[in-house]
Every structure is written in C-alpha cells, then in structure tokens.
C-alpha cells in the first residue's frame, strides 16, 4: 500500500508542472493585458494616453515589460513562497482576495457534498435492490426532473418561495444587518439561514445523477457469479447487497470524488453569480473577464492543485476499498 502511495505521488509532480504551464498559458493568451484595458479607459476619460506617466511604470511594477517565460518564472517561484503576485484590478494581494472566499467556499461545497453522498448512495441502493418496482420507478422519475431542472432557475424559485412564505430575502450569505458585524449566535443562525438555498440547489443536481450511477453499478453487480455464489452459501441478502456488492459498486463513486476537490472550490458560478454569494466562481470569472493575470492564474492552478490531490485521494480510497487496485 505504501508503494502504490508513492507511486501515485511521484507521477503527481509533473503533472502539477505541466498544469502550471497550462493555466499561465491560457492566462496569457487572449490579446493585449491589463494595463491595454486600463489604458482604453483612460483615454475614454482623459481623451488621450500620452499625459499619463505612469502607465510605465505600472508595466514595470506588474513586469509586464518582460518576455512571456520570465514572468512565468517569476509568477511560479512566487507561488512556491506563498506570494501568488498582486491583482490588477483590486490592487490588492491576491492571497488578501482568495482566503476568505476560499474558505466559504469549501464549507459551502462539503456541506453539498455530504448531503449528496449521504442521500444518492442509500436511494441508489433502495432503488436497486426494488428494479422497476413503483418505489424504483418513483425514484427514477424523480432523479430525471432533478438532473434536468437548471441549478440557476431552481435557485431563482427557491428564492422567491422563501422570500413568499418565510418574507425573508435570502440573497448572499448573511443579512444587511450582519454584514459588518462581528460573528455571534445570531449572525450563525442568519448564516445558516442564507445557506439552505445553495446547499440544496446543489444537493438536488448532484444527488439524482449519483443515484442513477449507484443504481446502474449495484444492477450490473447484483449479476456477476460471485454475488449468485454468495447467494448460493446461504448469506443473508442484507450481507450479500451491503458487504459484497455495494463495496464493488460504490468504486466508481469513489472516483467522482477526486473531481469534486476542484468542484468544491469552485463552486457553481452561476448560481453563485445568482445568489450573491461571495465564493471563487465569480472571482474567477471577473479575472478572466478582465485579464488580471495574477489573479486568475493563481485561481486555476489551485483547482489543478486540487484536481490532483483530489485524484491521489481517490486512488488511495480506491486501493483501501478494493484490495485489486494496489496489486495491478
């Protein structure tokens, strides 16, 4: 187990070099920079750039007077020392930007997720284990409207449901009132209000295609010869589902989630956008929007970061769940 540990690790490294180039190459290839947008607005203004002197110098002091590589370079020897550059467009830090939203982000997405996994594995099962029966047909018609409904209408109607029936603007993640304010029971109990909408718009897509993928692999495991053979022996069917069958099905679910690192903080954009709320989606989006190099490229190397901790974490759950995996 160790070595498969290791072996995992070793291939990580320069899979996160060549991310790395990727996302600064990506960052670098729309036409122009910053400082061409900025000098746009400025003649918009002022009507003319030439009396403005420090253009200049904000091109040096952002170094975007030197060759692609070198900043580069510069950008990545930065990130190993935890100085990730300075946003064009906030000039501000961009470690100063990202902690905070980073970790609202991840609380807001893990609640997701465990209430996903939590509800789609148990329903997969049920609805398994009673195939096209009313019970499987009810929960198959129900995970079809669920993967169907689009997450920024569904967030859009459980705001006005909310704001109807409770008369509570449920917008972002805490009220006027607690804006600013110091966090106390009541501002918990404000936040918690404000985060039922995400966490279930969220919950609702992801748990009906996880039930189908549960569904789908525990049937196609229900009719290998192993579980027939278990069957034969005499084991009880709780024994035979639970502890032969499901821990063979729930591999692929497993995998998922090494994708769902960098889905956590990302986050959905969109209803992120919708719902006012302060994650890294929309922080993303406006730094690509606007060229802020520093800030986007730091943003996209941490949802590599984290695909890749995300995929080592899979293997190594993978290796721990089906003992196959680590003698291959």
Known sequence: MITYIIRRCLIAIPMLLAMSVIAFTLIQ????????????????????????PEIEQLRVRYGLDKPVYMRYFKWVGGCLHGDFGESFDYN??????????????????????IMVYSIAIPLGIYSATHQYKWQDN????????GMSLPGFLLALALMVFFFHIFQVPLYGLNSLRFQDAPWNWDRIVDFLKHLV????????????????????????????PFVQTA????????????KHAVRIAINPLVSSLGMALPGILAGDAIISIILGLPTMGPLLLNALLL??????????????????????????????VDPRIRYE
């Open 29 to 52: 290839l729309p036409p122009g920079d910053y400082l061409d947008r900025k000098i746009q607005n400025l003649k918009k203004q002022y009507g003319s750039a030439a009396h403005i």
């Open 92 to 113: 501000r830090e961009v470690n100063e930007l990202i902690w905070d939203r980073v970790a609202l982000t991840v609380f807001i997405s893990i609640c997701s997720m």
């Open 138 to 145: 009810s929960l198959t018609f129900i995970a079809f409207m």
């Open 197 to 224: 909408i995400p966490v279930t718009v969220v919950a609702i897509n992801g748990t009906a295609g996880l039930m189908r993928v549960m569904r789908g692999n525990l049937l196609d495991v229900l009719g290998q």
């Open 231 to 242: 069957r034969a022996k005499g084991l009880k069917e709780r024994v035979v589902i639970y």
């Open 291 to 320: 060229e802020d190099i520093y800030l986007g490229g730091t943003l996209m190397m941490m949802y590599a970061v984290l695909l890749i901790i995300g995929n080592l974490l899979a293997d190594i759950a993978l290796a721990w």
